[in-house]
């Protein structure tokens, strides 16, 4: 058991709530000039470490943000893109229908129309389809 023969705890004593008890130690043979010195350096940085956990936290909220606003933008262009894309492919199949319905209307067979605008095997069918359809 250590004793406080001189106001001081020995650094090699371990105690639980050793840490808590120095530090009152400290503070109490502290001047009142010094302990207001101390007290000041404490609060400034409580300050500091509460400034740097608002930074962070204020940080990842905006980057939060900015990167939802960016996942927007490109989704946006990316569905813009897709779009246009299914838009033309839908067009040229319209304009193929309206192509094979004219040659048929003028005497064409349907397989000699598809020879004739040089249609994919793989359209074939799907033309065929919108053709009896339509």
Same mark, same amino acid.
């Given at each position: 058991m250590t004793f406080l023969k001189d106001n001081s705890i020995n650094d090699d004593t371990t105690v639980?709530?050793?840490? !808590? %008890?120095?530090e009152?130690? +400290?503070?109490?043979?502290?001047t009142e000039a010094e302990r207001n010195t101390y007290l000041r350096h404490? !609060? %400034?940085m409580q300050n500091? +470490?509460?400034?740097?956990?608002?930074s962070y936290a204020s940080g990842k909220v905006d980057g939060r943000i900015e990167?939802?606003?960016e996942g927007r933008a490109e989704g946006e262009k990316i569905g813009i893109e897709k779009g246009r894309a299914e838009g033309l492919q839908q067009?040229?199949?319209?304009?193929?229908?309206?192509?094979i319905?004219?040659?048929i209307s003028n005497g064409f067979d349907f397989d000699k129309?598809?020879?004739?605008?040089?249609?994919?095997?793989?359209?074939?069918?799907?033309?065929?389809?919108?053709?009896?359809i339509n």
């Open positions: 639980p709530g050793l840490v !808590e %008890a120095k009152i130690l +400290k503070r109490s043979n502290m404490l !609060e %400034a500091e +470490k509460s400034a740097t956990q608002y990167g939802i606003a067009g040229r199949t319209e304009q193929l229908v309206e192509s319905k004219n040659l129309a598809v020879e004739v605008l040089r249609v994919s095997a793989d359209q074939i069918q799907e033309l065929r389809r919108l053709i009896l």
